[in-house]
């Protein structure tokens, strides 16, 4: 896939509603990659370790991941800004709300834990710090957030092979660049990068996987 540099559209946030809508059914389909299981065993571990049991999800998409936490007794509210995934997220008995990672929406301090996988790459960068501030707002003080995103490079613009329709905005950020944006707002409890089993890394990209905590 290349990624042809753009700036975000001026209505790139309803524009990727459009494009999750769009493909819903076959996200439900397509279910989760088993690579990201083990790191939600080790994130539930630390929140069970420091007893934390309110979770917020973040870019939940269909709800797969949401529904594993409240499976294993964590009490789970999912947020996505599709109201298609939305309403996948609640047939599978969740609390689900359309929420834009912009305007969460939410009480402050309201959770002691959240999980974003593969949301906040659509954040242009001048936006990131306000959005991870708005993260870090509904977050109990000592909170935990999980944050995996692909990146390794500093790149912004639209997939020309994207199959969503319309193509969705993407802001790829290099190890550096990232883990400076997050420890502006969040203490970094750890920081690793790796490729999954099974995927390819043609754009020199890899997982950014990190355990911030609220002040």
């Known amino acids: 896939m290349k990624l042809t540099p753009a700036p975000p559209p001026p209505d790139f946030r309803t524009s ?3 494009s999750y809508d769009a493909v819903a059914d076959r996200r439900e389909e397509m279910g989760e ?3 990201r ?3 939600a065993e080790r994130f539930l571990d630390l929140m069970r370790l420091e007893g934390k049991t309110r979770l917020v999800e973040i870019g939940a998409g269909v709800g797969y991941t949401a529904r594993w936490f409240a499976d294993r007794g964590i009490d789970v509210v999912a947020t996505d ?3 298609a995934q939305v309403e996948l997220c609640r047939a599978k008995g969740l609390e689900a ?3 834009d990672m912009y305007d969460l929406d939410l009480p402050a301090a309201s959770f002691d834990a959240a999980w974003a996988m593969n949301c906040i790459h659509h954040v242009p960068t001048p936006d990131l710090a306000d959005v991870l501030g708005g993260i870090r707002e509904i977050l109990a003080p000592g909170g935990l957030l999980y944050l995996g995103v692909w990146g390794g490079r500093d790149m912004e613009g639209m997939y020309d092979d994207d199959f969503y ?5 993407f802001a790829i950020r290099s190890d550096e660049a ?6 502006q707002v969040f203490t970094v409890v750890d920081f690793a990068t790796f490729l999954p089993d099974h ?3 043609d754009d020199g990209l890899h997982m950014q996987s990190a355990v911030l905590r609220a002040p």
């Open 16 to 18: 990727l509603a459009v």
């Open 33 to 35: 990659a088993d690579w």
């Open 37 to 39: 299981w083990p790191i």
């Open 81 to 83: 800004l599709s109201p």
């Open 97 to 99: 709300h359309v929420r």
């Open 165 to 169: 329709p319309p193509p969705r905005f």
């Open 178 to 183: 990232l883990r400076s944006a997050l420890a």
């Open 199 to 201: 995927e390819r890394d």
